[in-house]
Nanobody, 124 residues
Framework: QVQLVESGGGLVQAGGSLRLSCAAS????????LGWFRQAPGEERGFVAT????????YYADSVKGRFTISRDNAKNTVYLQMNILKPEDTAVYYC?????????????????WGQGTQVSVSS
C-alpha cells in the first residue's frame, strides 16, 4: 500500500514556474511507476507525465512536453513535477499516482494509488 500527498500548488502568472512534490509512504517506493495527472473544471482527469521506477525513462503529454519535467528521488520517497512557462490552460487540480505496472501507463485505470490533489492556478 502507498499513500501519496501532493504539495506545491498555488497561483502564478502566465510564464511563471511551480514545482509540485508528492511524498509517498511505504518502504517500496522504488517499486512503483509514478505519474502526474490533472483535472480542470468540467473536464476529465488527463495524463500529464510518468516516470519509470528507476527514473531512467519519462513520458509526457504533448501539451506539456518541453515545459514540464517529472523526476523522482527514491531515497526521499518523493516525485516532482517542475512546471515552467505556465499557461492559463494549465490551471487544474494536479494529482500524483502510483502503479505497479511497468512501461508508460497513461490511463487512470492503470494506477492503483492516488493523492488528494493540489490546485494550480495560472492567471493571464
Amino acid at each position: 500500500q502507498v499513500q501519496l500527498v501532493e504539495s506545491g500548488g498555488g497561483l502564478v502568472q502566465a510564464g511563471g514556474s511551480l514545482r509540485l512534490s508528492c511524498a509517498a509512504s511505504g518502504r517500496t517506493f522504488s517499486a512503483y511507476t509514478l505519474g502526474w495527472f490533472r483535472q480542470a473544471p468540467g473536464e476529465e482527469r488527463g495524463f500529464v507525465a510518468t516516470i519509470h521506477r528507476s527514473g531512467s525513462t519519462t513520458y509526457y503529454a504533448d501539451s506539456v512536453k518541453g515545459r514540464f519535467t517529472i523526476s523522482r528521488d527514491n531515497a526521499k520517497n518523493t516525485v516532482y513535477l517542475q512546471m515552467n512557462i505556465l499557461k492559463p490552460e494549465d490551471t487544474a487540480v494536479y494529482y500524483c499516482a502510483a502503479t505497479t505496472r511497468i512501461g508508460a501507463p497513461r490511463k487512470q485505470y492503470e494506477y492503483q494509488y492516488w493523492g488528494q490533489g493540489t490546485q494550480v492556478s495560472v492567471s493571464s
